[in-house]
């Protein structure tokens, strides 16, 4: 049998989880998970939804659609790996991290390539036979780089990009091919520490919790959506340095954690906030 992911989100109403799982049964469909929520905030309604069967994908979803209000977001998606890129600098913690995963079949993804603007990580990515591009940001405007970049997307057509630690600023304008679909890690300081080493600057203020944060890109800078968050103690007795590692280890486990369920078809963006089955 089939299995898909049903994600469908829409102004609260009566009866929206009556009609939803009405319309999978007589489509003789199986439910085989769901988890509804509702947002008293704004009186919006999630719910997502694991069902298996032997139907017409493309007749149960216009079946959902005549069943629901006009205003319903109806999202139908098969349960199988995510195709992405990733678009990296000269960190590599986050790269070998999510390279190994691939490798050891534990992503939920196909890494289709990794884009970068330095060749610094190269060699690493050879080892694992992923497509590698050289995209030299030096004497280019940034337009410029990001148009050679989307041509190179082009080629492979992924469903979600992943910065994996890509020192770039974007543009609105690359942001706006892959909208919602762009996931970004950093460090947790921010707003606080901006600029250049941040974990120097927060040793200097003597903090006691590090952390990072994976979120979607959108126009405002590190302000996106965020997926995912995680933070460890730190004390005097760690110097910058160390407290640095420390938090390298943290941005790849978060950045693992929410790439998870953001390819398992968990998370709904909400204005600028997720909601995560």
């Given at each position: 049998m ?5 994600l469908?989100?829409c102004p ?8 939803i799982?009405?319309?999978?049964y ?7 998970k769901?988890?509804?929520y ?13 069902f298996a ?14 069943a ?13 790996k ?5 678009l990296?600098t ?27 603007n330095?060749?610094v ?9 992923i497509?590698?591009h050289?995209?030299?940001h ?5 337009e410029?780089h ?6 190179a997307l ?7 990009l992943?910065?994996a630690?890509?020192?770039r ?19 947790s ?10 974990y ?19 126009d405002?800078?590190?302000?996106g ?10 004390n ?11 938090g ?9 954690r929410a ?9 709904f963006?909400?204005?600028n906030?997720?909601?995560i089955f």
């Amino acid at each position: 049998m089939t299995a898909h992911v049903l994600l469908i989100d829409c102004p609260d109403e009566k009866g929206l989880v009556y009609r939803i799982t009405k319309t999978l049964y007589e489509s003789d469909f199986n439910v085989l998970k769901n988890d509804e929520y509702v947002d008293n905030s704004s009186n919006h309604f999630f719910m997502r939804t694991e069902f298996a069967g032997e139907g017409d994908s493309n007749v149960i979803l216009k079946k959902l659609q005549e069943a629901l209000p006009d205003t319903a977001n109806i999202r139908l998606n098969p349960q199988k790996k995510k195709d992405i890129v990733l678009l990296v600098t000269k960190e590599h913690h986050c790269l070998g991290d999510l390279l190994i995963r691939y490798a050891y079949d534990e992503l939920n993804a196909n890494i289709l390539a990794v884009i970068s603007n330095h060749n610094v990580l190269q060699p690493l990515v050879a080892k694992f036979g992923i497509p590698f591009h050289y995209i030299s940001h030096l004497h280019k405007t940034r337009e410029e780089h990001e148009e050679m970049v989307l041509k190179a997307l082009k080629i492979y057509e992924p469903e979600y990009l992943v910065l994996a630690k890509y020192m770039r600023i974007l543009n609105a304008s690359f942001v706006s091919h892959y909208s919602n679909r762009i996931i970004n890690i950093h460090h947790s300081f921010l707003p606080a520490f901006i600029g250049a080493n941040p974990y120097k600057q927060a040793f200097n203020r003597g903090v006691k919790i590090i952390g990072a944060t994976a979120h979607f890109v959108n126009d405002d800078l590190d302000e996106g959506p965020i997926i995912e968050q995680s933070v460890i103690e730190v004390n005097h007795r760690q110097s910058w340095k160390e407290m640095a590692k420390a938090g390298r280890d943290v941005e790849k486990i978060v950045l693992s954690r929410a790439l998870k369920l953001v390819f398992q078809d968990r998370v709904f963006i909400h204005g600028n906030k997720t909601i995560i089955f």
